[in-house]
T-cell receptor, first 113, second 114 residues
Framework: QKEVEQNSGPLSVPEGAIASLNCTYS??????FFWYRQYSGKSPELIMS????GDKEDGRFTAQLNKASQYVSLLIRDSQPSDSATYLC?????????????FGRGTQLTVWP | DARVTQTPRHKVTEMGQEVTMRCQPI?????VFWYRQTMMQGLELLAY????????DSGMPKDRFSAEMPDATLATLKIQPSEPRDSAVYFC????????????FGPGTRLTVL
């Protein structure tokens, strides 16, 4: 059973702080990882993808992948109240089942002014 | 602005009734996924299609759920008969098979079975 585990939170940070979201995965065969943001009552929206060890930066977001530790994280710098949402971590089992994603349960983030 | 569309956006029905949800994937996308999201279970994959062929429907209750892609622009998810435990938000997502794989979600159908 392939699993993605996230710290369930909720996570609360002040505006301007760094929010750190973490995720571990069980399947060493997973090759690609994704962070989705989901506002309350809305659909998940892809914000970051990463498939190589190390860091990937996009604006205020940095995704980090450590395949040896089976660990994925998302850092949000200069957090804004508009970042308040649930963040879903997902791993892709591209090797054998053609691209299906395994989602974690999500971490709820609140950024307070 | 290419988007996945889903209809209906909201559906309230009584137990035992048939429910049909429709999805139009982004033009050119060859993979379609159906998910169900509840507070208790999170986001669960029900079924997915590649080039209209079903690849995996192991997440669906087989006795009452069925998923089809009659053509490349339409995917359907049917529940017959519906039960209160089917109440959830059902998302369709579409994507292309390439690295990194990405999926684009539709707005969802919020189903309530009374």
């Amino acid at each position: 059973q392939k699993e993605v585990e996230q710290n369930s939170g909720p996570l609360s940070v002040p505006e301007g702080a760094i929010a750190s979201l973490n995720c571990t995965y069980s399947d060493r065969g997973s090759q690609s990882f994704f962070w989705y943001r989901q506002y309350s009552g809305k659909s998940p929206e892809l914000i970051m993808s990463i498939y190589s060890n190390g860091d990937k930066e996009d604006g205020r977001f940095t995704a980090q992948l450590n395949k040896a530790s089976q660990y994925v994280s998302l850092l949000i710098r200069d957090s804004q109240p508009s970042d308040s949402a649930t963040y879903l971590c997902a791993g892709s089992d591209r090797g054998s089942t053609l691209g299906r994603l395994y989602f974690g349960r999500g971490t709820q983030l609140t950024v307070w002014p | 602005d290419a988007r996945v569309t889903q209809t209906p956006r909201h559906k309230v029905t009584e137990m035992g009734q048939e429910v049909t949800m429709r999805c139009q994937p982004i033009l050119g996308h060859n993979t379609v996924f159906w998910y169900r999201q509840t507070m208790m279970q999170g986001l669960e994959l029900l079924a997915y299609f590649r080039n209209r062929a079903p690849l995996d429907d192991s997440g669906m209750p087989k006795d009452r759920f069925s998923a089809e892609m009659p053509d490349a622009t339409l995917a359907t998810l049917k529940i017959q008969p519906s039960e209160p435990r089917d109440s959830a938000v059902y998302f369709c997502a579409s994507g292309l098979v390439r690295l990194p794989d990405t999926q684009y979600f539709g707005p969802g159908t919020r189903l309530t079975v009374l």
